[in-house]
C-alpha cells in the first residue's frame, strides 16, 4: 500500500538549517507530484511546497519562498525539503503528501505521518 | 493571492445533519477537496473534485458546490464524525501557483 514516511525533523535554533525527507513507497513515485504541507499545533493546514512528477516545477508559498527549497530523487523514490534560516515560525509538524496525479486540480490522495520541526533557542 | 473561507466551529447533535461551507472568489470554477482530520491524525480525503466520495467514504458524506460557496454535508452525524474539516482547491495563479486550504472547520457532535 501507498506509504509516504518523513523525517528529519527535531529541535533547530533560529537562523539555522534542516532537511526534511520523505521515503516513498507502495506506487510508481516518478508519476506523482508530491507535496509538502505543515500544521503547527492546533491550528490549520498550511501548504509548503510542491514538485512536479519529474522534478522540472517547484512551487513555493510565500511563507518559505527563498527559505526553502524542495527536490526529489525518483531513482530513490524520496523527496526532500531543505529548509534554511528558520524562524520560530516554522515550527509545525510537517507532512509528506502524494498527489492524486493528471492536474494541480486533482486532490491529495495520501498524507505521511509527519515529522516534527521545532524552531527554537 | 486566492483565499477560501471557512467557519471556525459546526456543532450538531447525533442523527442530524452538519453543513460545513467553504467560500472562496468564483469557486464553481475551482475542482473543491475536502479532508476530514481527526485529533492527532493525518488528514484523510473524503470528498474531491466537489461531490465525489472515495470509495471508503460512508456516503452519508457529500459535497456541493454554488456560486461561491462549497458546502460538505453530513448525513445522520455520528460521534466518530467529529474532526476538523478542511476544504482546498489549487490556485492556478500565474504568479503564485499553489494549493490552497481552507482555515478549517471544527465539527462538535
Known amino acids: 500500500q501507498v506509504q509516504l514516511v518523513e523525517s528529519g525533523g527535531g529541535v533547530v535554533q533560529p537562523g539555522k538549517s534542516l532537511k526534511l525527507s520523505c521515503a516513498a513507497s507502495?506506487?510508481?513515485?516518478?508519476?506523482?507530484?508530491i507535496h509538502w504541507v505543515r500544521q503547527s499545533a492546533g491550528k490549520g493546514l498550511e501548504w509548503v511546497a510542491t514538485?512536479?512528477?519529474?522534478?522540472?516545477?517547484?512551487f513555493y508559498a510565500d511563507s518559505v519562498k527563498g527559505r526553502c527549497t524542495i527536490s526529489r530523487d525518483n531513482s530513490r523514490s524520496t523527496l526532500s525539503l531543505q529548509m534554511y534560516n528558520l524562524r520560530v515560525e516554522d515550527t509545525a509538524k510537517y507532512y509528506c503528501?502524494?498527489?492524486?496525479?493528471?492536474?494541480?486540480?486533482?486532490?491529495?490522495?495520501?498524507w505521511g505521518r509527519g515529522t516534527l520541526v521545532t524552531v527554537s533557542s | 493571492s486566492y483565499v477560501l473561507t471557512q467557519p471556525p466551529s459546526v456543532s450538531v447533535a447525533p442523527g442530524q445533519t452538519a453543513r460545513i461551507t467553504c467560500g472562496g472568489d468564483?469557486?464553481?470554477?475551482?475542482?473543491v477537496h475536502w479532508y476530514q482530520q481527526r485529533p492527532g491524525q493525518a488528514p484523510v480525503l473524503v470528498i474531491y473534485?466537489?461531490?465525489y466520495r472515495p470509495s471508503s467514504i460512508p456516503d452519508r458524506f457529500s459535497g456541493s458546490v454554488s456560486g461561491n460557496t462549497a458546502t460538505l454535508t453530513i448525513n445522520r452525524v455520528e460521534a466518530g464524525d467529529e474532526a476538523a474539516f478542511y476544504c482546498?482547491?489549487?490556485?492556478?495563479?500565474?504568479?503564485?501557483?499553489?494549493?490552497?486550504f481552507g482555515g478549517g472547520t471544527k465539527l462538535t457532535v
Open positions: 514538485v512536479s512528477y519529474d522534478g522540472r516545477d517547484k
Open positions: 473534485n466537489d461531490k
Open positions: 482546498q482547491v489549487w490556485d492556478h495563479d500565474t504568479h503564485h501557483p499553489g494549493v490552497v
Open positions: 507502495g506506487f510508481t513515485f516518478r508519476n506523482f507530484a
Open positions: 503528501v502524494k498527489h492524486t496525479g493528471g492536474s494541480y486540480s486533482e486532490p491529495i490522495e495520501r
Open positions: 468564483n469557486l464553481r470554477v475551482r475542482d
